[in-house]
């Protein structure tokens, strides 16, 4: 009899990479759990093969509902989608900032999953996609990292919950490469006058920082910790480079001319982007200074549950960057 993995988040990037690998590993059967089984994204992974069902990350009951009958369930909370929703500004507390606000709703959501996994007597493994909490691993200076504290204190209370023991495992997933140039941010490369790139950043041009090809690796990343015992606390990273190996990389692979990285203060950013400028910069600072997963003892590494991770090099050799280049 096969074995089913229930992915919530499947229209995100994280989940639709852990369906696909699912849908290629014999003996499994994929549920995709969305908000909107009508969407474009949610009928093209049902055309793939995967058993659709509608359920809320807010509402435990349609989670539960979501979550019967299956061997493994990956769970996963997007604080920008709650950013991004319209509505969250009209439910703040007034004078709430919006990013702290989005914080009690991603750890509610988190909250909510582990509540609703926790449900399932079968279950063999709950697989949580976290982060370091920063403000642990900072002793206090970053406090305000909020995209990341509402995971790690979403993993506090799984780890509490009498039925997830021995069940509960947490994967951490370092910032995307297509972040870099396909979110029409600062840091995307642009071409200058005199033919030049240059990206914008912040913090030193020479420190490694954390990143990865998640809509490709994580899937692979998220099997093996399947696999591996309970506990199991992964960092799924791919390849740490600093703003100027990013820059030199990209500029070799699309053979233009590179002109430099211009480091930008956290004021800057936050003034840029309200509201995500911090949560951003103070991630990359939150990195170079601590470690992007905060140095926890507790985490792995993908080589050492033999993981072949994509190399940016090997990412600019795939991609399609003709959105951005400028001939
Ligand atoms: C679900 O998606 C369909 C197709 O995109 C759309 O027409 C509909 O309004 C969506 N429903 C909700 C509740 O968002
Ligand atoms: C995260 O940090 C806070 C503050 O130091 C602490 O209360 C909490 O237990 C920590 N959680 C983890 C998982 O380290």
Redesign the pocket.
């Given at each position: 009899m096969s074995k089913l993995i229930v992915v919530a988040g499947i229209t995100g990037v994280q989940g639709g990479s852990v369906a696909r690998t699912y849908l290629n590993a014999p003996g499994w059967k994929v549920r995709g759990v969305t908000?909107?089984?009508?969407?474009?994204s949610?009928k093209s992974w049902e055309f793939k093969g995967v058993e659709m069902v509608e359920a809320n990350l807010d509402d435990v009951t349609s989670l539960k509902s979501a979550f019967q009958g299956a061997d493994i369930i990956f769970g996963v909370t997007d604080f920008w989608t709650i950013f991004k929703d319209p509505e969250s500004i009209t439910k703040k507390k007034p004078g709430q900032d919006i990013t702290e606000y989005c914080f009690e709703v991603e750890l509610q959501q988190g909250k909510n999953l582990a509540d609703s996994a926790a449900s399932i007597p079968a279950l063999d493994r709950y697989i949580f996609s976290s982060m370091a909490n920063a403000t642990h691993w900072s002793k206090g200076k970053y406090r305000e990292l909020y995209h990341m504290d509402s995971k790690a204190l979403a993993v506090d209370y799984a780890k509490s919950l009498p039925g997830l023991k021995e069940k509960f495992s947490q994967i951490q997933a370092p910032i995307y490469f297509n972040l870099l140039w396909e979110w029409s941010l600062p840091t995307t490369p642009v071409k200058n006058l005199d033919g030049t790139y240059r990206i914008k950043g912040i913090g030193s041009g020479d420190l490694p920082i954390s990143f990865g090809h998640v809509a490709k690796d994580f899937g692979p990343c998220v099997q093996a910790v399947a696999n591996a015992k309970p506990n199991t606390n992964l960092f799924a990273v791919g390849d740490e480079i600093s703003w100027n190996q990013y820059l030199d990389t990209w500029c070799e692979s699309q053979s233009v001319l590179k002109g430099g990285y211009d480091e930008h203060s956290l004021d800057w950013w936050m003034e840029t982007l309200p509201g995500l400028g911090r949560e951003f910069g103070e991630n990359v600072l939150f990195s170079m200074e601590f470690g992007y997963d905060g140095k926890d003892p507790s985490v792995i590494r993908p080589p050492q549950l033999g993981l072949k991770m994509t190399t940016f090099k090997e990412y600019c050799a795939e991609t399609d960057f003709s959105r951005i280049l400028q001939r």
């Open positions: 908000r909107n089984k009508s969407s474009d949610a």
